[in-house]
């Protein structure tokens, strides 16, 4: 699976459980350690490990499995790496808090859309 539909998968399964604001972030070039980030926001912790099982579920049938995965308990903010892509799903407070599209502002933004 290439960085692209990876991005997509994890989008499409993060879009199956309602999440928000859904974009990818290309870090190629920003970033040495990762090639691609994909955010999205959630309105409960319990939406944002939703999200979070569906990302690892869909991608363990395409027989991609995470590498390391962060925040889940606390489901404020959780970090799912994929090597050469990583998912955040943020309950919006916390993405607003952490402004990772701000932080990274010369990374081009692609919204998702299904």
Known sequence: MTEQ???KAICKAASDKKARDIV???MQ???SST???VICSA???TQVRAIADNIEEKLAEQGAAFLHKEGYRE???VLMDYGD???HIF???AREYYALERLWGDAKLTPYED
């Open 75 to 77: 489901g404020e903010w």
């Open 24 to 26: 990818v972030m290309d």
């Open 91 to 93: 309950m919006q407070e």
């Open 35 to 37: 090639d691609y980030f």
């Open 43 to 45: 309105n409960t912790a």
């Open 85 to 87: 892509v990583i998912a």
């Open 29 to 31: 070039g920003l970033m």
């Open 5 to 7: 539909e990876m991005s």
